[in-house]
C-alpha cells in the first residue's frame, strides 16, 4: 500500500501524541502504584503507607520542565514526579515500601526512610561528589511538614552564588552559570507553618532561582482549608508578595491540577523566569485530588461530604487527562483500555519481583540459623525446647531479620551452663549477623570516608619570638580571611555578618574585601540561615552559616535536628551538607544572652559534631580542621572571649585543633577536673586556689563534646587521681551528667574511683541577669574549690579539715 510521506506537523503531531501516551502510561502506573501499595500496607507486608494518588498529571508536567542539574525539595506526594526523571521504577517503590536494606534495592534511602521519601545520590559509592550538573537532583525528604522549606531556600541560592561570584567560576560539577533551579513541593495546609512563611519571605528579599508548588487538596489529613488558611486560598493571601514593574518579589500563578495542556505550560513558563532572571515562582496548583484519603492511616469517608467525594472522583486528574487524550484524537477508549490493563500486570509483577528480592537474602539467613539451631538442640539437654524454637521459624514463609536474630537468642538461654561446639557455632554466628546486618541500620550516622573529620590531625600555633597579644577576635577574623582567599567556595552568612563583620568583629573588613554575596547579611531567620546552609552545602558549596547567639539557636534547632544531621543517614551514605555552625555562647548576663543549653543540643544532635573551644584561637583551629573534612559541624564560640588576649599564631589557617580530643590544661594528682568552653577558666582559677591550699586538681578540658574523648584520656586521668568531678554551666543532669556517664560507665572509669563521682553544674533555672545573677545562678570559683574541697576532706579528713 502507499502512503504519502508525512508534513512535518503530522511527523510533530506524532511526536505529541507519543509524548502524552507516554506521560498517561506514567500517570497510570503510578497510580496503580499507589493502590497496590495500599494493599500492601493493609495485608501487613508494609508499615505504612502514603502516596501520590491525584497528583500524578501537575507531576508529569513539572518534570517536563526540570532539567539535568536541577534540584528538588519535595514532600511525600511526589512520586510520580520521581519516576518521570527516570529515578523511580516500580520495584523500587515497592522495596522503598517494604523497608528493603539494599541500597541498590531502594535507592531513596535503602530502607531508612517510609516510602514517599525521595531522593538520589549525589555522592559515588566511594564518598566522593558526583557531577551534579549531569544528574537530576533530590535533596532527601524528611518529615515534619514544611521541614523541606529552609533547605529548599539554599539548594535555591546556590545558583545565585554559581552564577555571580567569579572565583566559583569553575565550580563545573556543582552548577553551569547558575542555571539550575530549585523545585519545591509541599501540601496546602503545611503552608500553614511558620517555616513556609519564612522561606518564601527569604526567598523574595535574596530573589532566587526557586519554584514553589503548592499542591492544594484543600485538606490537611482530615483539617479542612478553612481550618488552615486566611481566605481558604494561598495565593490569594500571597499576592503581596507578587512583582511588579517597580519591585522585586515573586510571580505567581495558578493552575489547575488536571489541566494538562495547561499545567505544561505554566511549569516551562516559571522554569524559564527561575532560570533565566532568577525571580523565584509560586504555582498554586488548585483543584487536586486525593482519591485514597490522606494515607494508610484511616479513610477519607470520615471527613469529606459526600458532595467533596463526589467531585474528586470526577474531577480526578487521571480521569480528565484520559477524557481530553480521547476527545482530541490523541487515543480512542479501546487503546487506552488496553494499556491500562497491561500496567495494570506490570505493576502486579514488580511488586512481586521487590517482595521476592526483599525476602530472598532473609530466606537464606534462616536457613543458616535453622542448621545451625538443628545442631544445638542435638546436644543440648533441653532439645525438646530448642526443637520447638526451630520449628516455629522454619514454618515463617515470610522471616523478618528480627524472627531469626530472636530465634537464635532466645535459644541460647536453653544452653546457659552448657558448652559444646556447636554452642560456640551458634554464637560466632550471631556475632557476624550482628556485624553484617546492623550497619544496615546504623552505619553512617556520620562520614565514614576518609575526608572524616576525626581523623584529621592536629596542627599546634605557631608564634614569633617576640609574639603579639591581640583581642581573640582578632585571630579569628585574620583566621576567616585567610580561608575565605583559601577556598573558593566558603561563604559565610548571618544576622550581621556582613557590613558590620559580625556582632563582635570576628568578620571585619571581610565583606569589603571578599564582596556581599561571600560574606553576607541575613535576616533574622535562624531556621532559613539554617536551611540556607544546608542547600548550600548540599551543592558542594562550604557555607558557615551564623547564628548570632546560642540562646537564639533554638529557632533553627528543630532543621538541624530533623534535616542536617540526618542527611547522610537518612540518605544512607548517599547525600552530604558539610554545614559549618558558627555561634556564641555561656557566661554572659541575662535569661536569653548567656544560654549553655549543651545537654539539649548534644542529645538532639547527634550526626553532627558539637565543639566548644574555650578561646578563639582554639575555635579558629577546629575552623580550619572541619574546612578539610567533609562533615556538619557546630562551633560555639566563648561569648566573653573576644576581647580576652591570646597570642598571635604564625599560621593563620593551617593549625588544627583535633576533633574528639581532649586537653589536659594543668597537671594533677588528686583530682581530675573536667570542664570546657568559658566555665574552663573559673575550673582554672579555682584550681589555683586549690593548690594553695595543698589540692593539687588535673583540669582537662574536653573541647569537643559529640565526639567525646575518643582515644579515652579522660579514664587515665580518673586511674591516676582516682576522683572526679565534671563541672559546666549547663542544667543539673545535661552535658555535665553525659560526660560523667562517658567516664564512669563507658570508659569504666568507675573502677578507679576512691571518691563518689560528681557534676557541678548551674542551677535549674536559666541565668538571672547581671554580675550577681550569673554568681548565683551558675557555678562560680568558690562553688569549684568548696565542692573539690569537700571531697578531698572526705577522702582525707586529716588533711584537709571540716571547711565549714
Ligand atoms: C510538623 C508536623 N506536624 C504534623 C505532621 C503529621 N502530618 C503529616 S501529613 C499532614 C498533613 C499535611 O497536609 P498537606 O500539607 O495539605 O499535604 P497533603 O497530605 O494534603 O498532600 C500532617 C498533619 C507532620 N508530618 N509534621
Ligand atoms: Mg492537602
Redesign the pocket.
Given at each position: 500500500m502507499h502512503t504519502d510521506p508525512k508534513t512535518a506537523d503530522e511527523i510533530s503531531f506524532d511526536d505529541f501524541k507519543e509524548e502524552v501516551m507516554n506521560d498517561y502510561i506514567l500517570a497510570v502506573t503510578s497510580r496503580e502504584c499507589s493502590l497496590l501499595g495500599r494493599r500492601e500496607v493493609l495485608t501487613g507486608k508494609a508499615k505504612f503507607g502514603i502516596f501520590g494518588d491525584g497528583k500524578e498529571v501537575p507531576q508529569l508536567a513539572w518534570a517536563k520542565a526540570f532539567k539535568k542539574g536541577d534540584w528538588r525539595s519535595g514532600?511525600y506526594?511526589d512520586q510520580t514526579f520521581m519516576m518521570a526523571i527516570g529515578k523511580l521504577t516500580i520495584e523500587q517503590f515497592f522495596a522503598g515500601l517494604y523497608a528493603h536494606t539494599d541500597i541498590t534495592a531502594d535507592p531513596m534511602s535503602g530502607g531508612r526512610q517510609m516510602g514517599g521519601h525521595f531522593s538520589t545520590h549525589t555522592l559515588n559509592d566511594d564518598g566522593s561528589w558526583k557531577n551534579l550538573t549531569e544528574e537530576k537532583n533530590s535533596s532527601a525528604d524528611i518529615?515534619?511538614?514544611?521541614?523541606q522549606m529552609p533547605r529548599l531556600l539554599g539548594l535555591a541560592l546556590a545558583s545565585k552564588m554559581f552564577r555571580n561570584i567569579k572565583s566559583l567560576e569553575n565550580s563545573s560539577n556543582f552548577s553551569i552559570n547558575g542555571n539550575e533551579v530549585a523545585w519545591g513541593t509541599?501540601?496546602?495546609?503545611?503552608t500553614s507553618?511558620g517555616l513556609f512563611w519564612e522561606t518564601i519571605n527569604a526567598a523574595g528579599v535574596l530573589q532566587v532561582p526557586m519554584v514553589m508548588s503548592v499542591?492544594d487538596?484543600e485538606?490537611?489529613?482530615s483539617v479542612h482549608a478553612k481550618y488552615q488558611t486566611t481566605k481558604e486560598n494561598i495565593s490569594e493571601i500571597l499576592k503581596g508578595f507578587q512583582r511588579n514593574e517597580t519591585e522585586n518579589g515573586f510571580e505567581i500563578i495558578r493552575v489547575k491540577g488536571w489541566d494538562y495542556p495547561e499545567l505544561i505550560d505554566v511549569y516551562n513558563r516559571a522554569a524559564e523566569i527561575a532560570r533565566n532572571e532568577h525571580v523565584p515562582v509560586l504555582i498554586h496548583v488548585q483543584e487536586v485530588t486525593?482519591p485514597q484519603g490522606?494515607s494508610t492511616s484511616g479513610s477519607h469517608e470520615r471527613y469529606k461530604s459526600t458532595e467533596r467525594l463526589e467531585w474528586e472522583s470526577e474531577f480526578d486528574c487521571n480521569k480528565k487527562m484520559r477524557e481530553w487524550m480521547i476527545s482530541s484524537g490523541i487515543a480512542d477508549e479501546e487503546t487506552l483500555a488496553e494499556i491500562e490493563k497491561e500496567i495494570k500486570k506490570k505493576v502486579r509483577d514488580g511488586k512481586k519481583a521487590a517482595w521476592d528480592a526483599f525476602l530472598a537474602p532473609q530466606k537464606n539467613e534462616q536457613k543458616e540459623a535453622i542448621l545451625l539451631l538443628n545442631n544445638l538442640a542435638e546436644k543440648s539437654a533441653n532439645k525438646n525446647f530448642i526443637e520447638k524454637l526451630t520449628k516455629d521459624l522454619a514454618a515463617d514463609k515470610e522471616p523478618l531479620r528480627r524472627d531469626i536474630l530472636s530465634t537464635a537468642r532466645k535459644s541460647l538461654r536453653y544452653v546457659a551452663g552448657e558448652d559444646f561446639p556447636e554452642k560456640q557455632q551458634l554464637l560466632e554466628w550471631i556475632k557476624n549477623y550482628y556485624k553484617l546486618i546492623q550497619p544496615k541500620y546504623s552505619a553512617h550516622l556520620y562520614s565514614e570516608e576518609k575526608e572524616n573529620a576525626k581523623t584529621i590531625e592536629e596542627v599546634l600555633p605557631t608564634y614569633d619570638e617576640n609574639v603579639e597579644e591581640v583581642d581573640g577576635r582578632v585571630i579569628l577574623r585574620d583566621n576567616f580571611d585567610f580561608l575565605l582567599n583559601k577556598y573558593p567556595e566558603v561563604l559565610i552568612f548571618g544576622e550581621d555578618s556582613g557590613k558590620i563583620g559580625d556582632v563582635n568583629q570576628g568578620l571585619e573588613g571581610l565583606q569589603e574585601k571578599y564582596g556581599k554575596l561571600k560574606v553576607a547579611d541575613s535576616g533574622i531567620r535562624e531556621a532559613t540561615i539554617l536551611g540556607q546552609g544546608i542547600g548550600m552545602a548540599m551543592r558542594g558549596l562550604r557555607p558557615i552559616a551564623e547564628i548570632q547567639y546560642l540562646d537564639y539557636i533554638l529557632y533553627s534547632l528543630q532543621i538541624m535536628s530533623d534535616d542536617l544531621v540526618t542527611v547522610r543517614y537518612r540518605s544512607n551514605g548517599k547525600q552530604k551538607a558539610p554545614l559549618i555552625v558558627r555561634t556564641r555562647g555561656h557566661r554572659l548576663e541575662g535569661i536569653w544572652h548567656s544560654g549553655s543549653q549543651m545537654g539539649g543540643l548534644i542529645h538532639l544532635l547527634r550526626g553532627m559534631y558539637i565543639l566548644v573551644p574555650r578561646n578563639m584561637t582554639k575555635a579558629a583551629g577546629f575552623y580550619n580542621t572541619l574546612l578539610e573534612s567533609d562533615e556538619p559541624a557546630l562551633v560555639i564560640e566563648c561569648l566573653n572571649g573576644y576581647r580576652l588576649k591570646e597570642k598571635m599564631p604564625k599560621n593563620l589557617g593551617e593549625f588544627k585543633t583535633p576533633i574528639g580530643v581532649v586537653e589536659t590544661v594543668k597537671i594533677g594528682a588528686d583530682i581530675t577536673l573536667v570542664s570546657y568552653g568559658s566555665t574552663l577558666r573559673i575550673v582554672r582559677d579555682a584550681a589555683k586556689e586549690l593548690q594553695q591550699a595543698g589540692i593539687d586538681a588535673e583540669v582537662i578540658d574536653v573541647q569537643s563534646l559529640l565526639p567525646l574523648d575518643l582515644n579515652a584520656d579522660l579514664v587515665k586521668s580518673v586511674a591516676k587521681t582516682n576522683r572526679l568531678l565534671v563541672i559546666d554551666e549547663d542544667v543539673p543532669g545535661g552535658a555535665s551528667a553525659y560526660i560523667l556517664n562517658h567516664i564512669v560507665e563507658k570508659q569504666g572509669g568507675y573502677k578507679f574511683l576512691d571518691s563518689k563521682p560528681q557534676t557541678l553544674a548551674a542551677k535549674e533555672h536559666r541565668p538571672a541577669y547581671g554580675t550577681d545573677g550569673d554568681y548565683f545562678s551558675k557555678p562560680s570559683v568558690e562553688d569549684v574549690y568548696e565542692k573539690v574541697y569537700e571531697i578531698m576532706h572526705e577522702a582525707r579528713p586529716v588533711e584537709f579539715p571540716k571547711l565549714r
Amino acid at each position: 500500500m502507499h502512503t504519502d510521506p508525512k508534513t512535518a506537523d503530522e511527523i510533530s503531531f506524532d511526536d505529541f501524541k507519543e509524548e502524552v501516551m507516554n506521560d498517561y502510561i506514567l500517570a497510570v502506573t503510578s497510580r496503580e502504584c499507589s493502590l497496590l501499595g495500599r494493599r500492601e500496607v493493609l495485608t501487613g507486608k508494609a508499615k505504612f503507607g502514603i502516596f501520590g494518588d491525584g497528583k500524578e498529571v501537575p507531576q508529569l508536567a513539572w518534570a517536563k520542565a526540570f532539567k539535568k542539574g536541577d534540584w528538588r525539595s519535595g514532600y511525600y506526594r511526589d512520586q510520580t514526579f520521581m519516576m518521570a526523571i527516570g529515578k523511580l521504577t516500580i520495584e523500587q517503590f515497592f522495596a522503598g515500601l517494604y523497608a528493603h536494606t539494599d541500597i541498590t534495592a531502594d535507592p531513596m534511602s535503602g530502607g531508612r526512610q517510609m516510602g514517599g521519601h525521595f531522593s538520589t545520590h549525589t555522592l559515588n559509592d566511594d564518598g566522593s561528589w558526583k557531577n551534579l550538573t549531569e544528574e537530576k537532583n533530590s535533596s532527601a525528604d524528611i518529615s515534619p511538614t514544611a521541614g523541606q522549606m529552609p533547605r529548599l531556600l539554599g539548594l535555591a541560592l546556590a545558583s545565585k552564588m554559581f552564577r555571580n561570584i567569579k572565583s566559583l567560576e569553575n565550580s563545573s560539577n556543582f552548577s553551569i552559570n547558575g542555571n539550575e533551579v530549585a523545585w519545591g513541593t509541599i501540601g496546602n495546609a503545611s503552608t500553614s507553618e511558620g517555616l513556609f512563611w519564612e522561606t518564601i519571605n527569604a526567598a523574595g528579599v535574596l530573589q532566587v532561582p526557586m519554584v514553589m508548588s503548592v499542591w492544594d487538596d484543600e485538606y490537611g489529613i482530615s483539617v479542612h482549608a478553612k481550618y488552615q488558611t486566611t481566605k481558604e486560598n494561598i495565593s490569594e493571601i500571597l499576592k503581596g508578595f507578587q512583582r511588579n514593574e517597580t519591585e522585586n518579589g515573586f510571580e505567581i500563578i495558578r493552575v489547575k491540577g488536571w489541566d494538562y495542556p495547561e499545567l505544561i505550560d505554566v511549569y516551562n513558563r516559571a522554569a524559564e523566569i527561575a532560570r533565566n532572571e532568577h525571580v523565584p515562582v509560586l504555582i498554586h496548583v488548585q483543584e487536586v485530588t486525593q482519591p485514597q484519603g490522606h494515607s494508610t492511616s484511616g479513610s477519607h469517608e470520615r471527613y469529606k461530604s459526600t458532595e467533596r467525594l463526589e467531585w474528586e472522583s470526577e474531577f480526578d486528574c487521571n480521569k480528565k487527562m484520559r477524557e481530553w487524550m480521547i476527545s482530541s484524537g490523541i487515543a480512542d477508549e479501546e487503546t487506552l483500555a488496553e494499556i491500562e490493563k497491561e500496567i495494570k500486570k506490570k505493576v502486579r509483577d514488580g511488586k512481586k519481583a521487590a517482595w521476592d528480592a526483599f525476602l530472598a537474602p532473609q530466606k537464606n539467613e534462616q536457613k543458616e540459623a535453622i542448621l545451625l539451631l538443628n545442631n544445638l538442640a542435638e546436644k543440648s539437654a533441653n532439645k525438646n525446647f530448642i526443637e520447638k524454637l526451630t520449628k516455629d521459624l522454619a514454618a515463617d514463609k515470610e522471616p523478618l531479620r528480627r524472627d531469626i536474630l530472636s530465634t537464635a537468642r532466645k535459644s541460647l538461654r536453653y544452653v546457659a551452663g552448657e558448652d559444646f561446639p556447636e554452642k560456640q557455632q551458634l554464637l560466632e554466628w550471631i556475632k557476624n549477623y550482628y556485624k553484617l546486618i546492623q550497619p544496615k541500620y546504623s552505619a553512617h550516622l556520620y562520614s565514614e570516608e576518609k575526608e572524616n573529620a576525626k581523623t584529621i590531625e592536629e596542627v599546634l600555633p605557631t608564634y614569633d619570638e617576640n609574639v603579639e597579644e591581640v583581642d581573640g577576635r582578632v585571630i579569628l577574623r585574620d583566621n576567616f580571611d585567610f580561608l575565605l582567599n583559601k577556598y573558593p567556595e566558603v561563604l559565610i552568612f548571618g544576622e550581621d555578618s556582613g557590613k558590620i563583620g559580625d556582632v563582635n568583629q570576628g568578620l571585619e573588613g571581610l565583606q569589603e574585601k571578599y564582596g556581599k554575596l561571600k560574606v553576607a547579611d541575613s535576616g533574622i531567620r535562624e531556621a532559613t540561615i539554617l536551611g540556607q546552609g544546608i542547600g548550600m552545602a548540599m551543592r558542594g558549596l562550604r557555607p558557615i552559616a551564623e547564628i548570632q547567639y546560642l540562646d537564639y539557636i533554638l529557632y533553627s534547632l528543630q532543621i538541624m535536628s530533623d534535616d542536617l544531621v540526618t542527611v547522610r543517614y537518612r540518605s544512607n551514605g548517599k547525600q552530604k551538607a558539610p554545614l559549618i555552625v558558627r555561634t556564641r555562647g555561656h557566661r554572659l548576663e541575662g535569661i536569653w544572652h548567656s544560654g549553655s543549653q549543651m545537654g539539649g543540643l548534644i542529645h538532639l544532635l547527634r550526626g553532627m559534631y558539637i565543639l566548644v573551644p574555650r578561646n578563639m584561637t582554639k575555635a579558629a583551629g577546629f575552623y580550619n580542621t572541619l574546612l578539610e573534612s567533609d562533615e556538619p559541624a557546630l562551633v560555639i564560640e566563648c561569648l566573653n572571649g573576644y576581647r580576652l588576649k591570646e597570642k598571635m599564631p604564625k599560621n593563620l589557617g593551617e593549625f588544627k585543633t583535633p576533633i574528639g580530643v581532649v586537653e589536659t590544661v594543668k597537671i594533677g594528682a588528686d583530682i581530675t577536673l573536667v570542664s570546657y568552653g568559658s566555665t574552663l577558666r573559673i575550673v582554672r582559677d579555682a584550681a589555683k586556689e586549690l593548690q594553695q591550699a595543698g589540692i593539687d586538681a588535673e583540669v582537662i578540658d574536653v573541647q569537643s563534646l559529640l565526639p567525646l574523648d575518643l582515644n579515652a584520656d579522660l579514664v587515665k586521668s580518673v586511674a591516676k587521681t582516682n576522683r572526679l568531678l565534671v563541672i559546666d554551666e549547663d542544667v543539673p543532669g545535661g552535658a555535665s551528667a553525659y560526660i560523667l556517664n562517658h567516664i564512669v560507665e563507658k570508659q569504666g572509669g568507675y573502677k578507679f574511683l576512691d571518691s563518689k563521682p560528681q557534676t557541678l553544674a548551674a542551677k535549674e533555672h536559666r541565668p538571672a541577669y547581671g554580675t550577681d545573677g550569673d554568681y548565683f545562678s551558675k557555678p562560680s570559683v568558690e562553688d569549684v574549690y568548696e565542692k573539690v574541697y569537700e571531697i578531698m576532706h572526705e577522702a582525707r579528713p586529716v588533711e584537709f579539715p571540716k571547711l565549714r
